[in-house]
């Protein structure tokens, strides 16, 4: 199974939990690739996920997603929520950032 979406629906109703061995076709879809994240890391597990971090950064509005759900400033990906106005006076609102 190759197809992001169909992984993640799979992941997500038959086995309930993480799958290692799929993460690398979820990393194709930024998407699927922060659902999988809340659904199965964060949730159960806490803390972040490296191995997906370089796809997510670098896209403004998941970026400030995967943040929110860190609960944690999230600096290497600042350079790129800021070139999204709406993304990031939401990320600085959230973690109480004056204007810099």
């Known amino acids: 199974m190759k197809n992001p979406l169909k992984v993640l629906t799979y992941t997500k109703y038959v086995?309930?939990?993480?799958w290692p061995e799929a993460e690398p076709?979820?990393?194709?879809?930024?998407?699927?690739?922060i659902r999988?994240?809340?659904f199965f890391i964060s949730e159960f597990k806490g803390g972040r996920?490296?191995?997906?971090?370089?796809?997510?950064?670098?896209?403004s509005e998941y970026a400030y997603?995967?943040?929110c759900v860190i609960e944690d400033r999230w600096p290497?990906?600042?350079?790129?929520?800021?070139?999204?106005?709406?993304?990031?006076?939401q990320y600085k609102e959230e973690f109480g950032?004056?204007?810099e």
Not at 15 to 18: D, H
Not at 25 to 33: D, G, S, V
Not at 49 to 59: G, H, T
Not at 76 to 89: F, G, L, Q, S
């Open 15 to 18: 086995t309930g939990k993480r």
């Open 76 to 89: 290497e990906a600042e350079r790129y929520i800021m070139k999204d106005p709406h993304y990031w006076a």
């Open 49 to 59: 996920w490296p191995e997906a971090e370089p796809y997510i950064l670098k896209d």
């Open 97 to 99: 950032i004056d204007d």
């Open 65 to 67: 997603e995967y943040a």
């Open 36 to 38: 999988y994240f809340k």
């Open 25 to 33: 076709y979820l990393l194709k879809n930024i998407w699927a690739t």
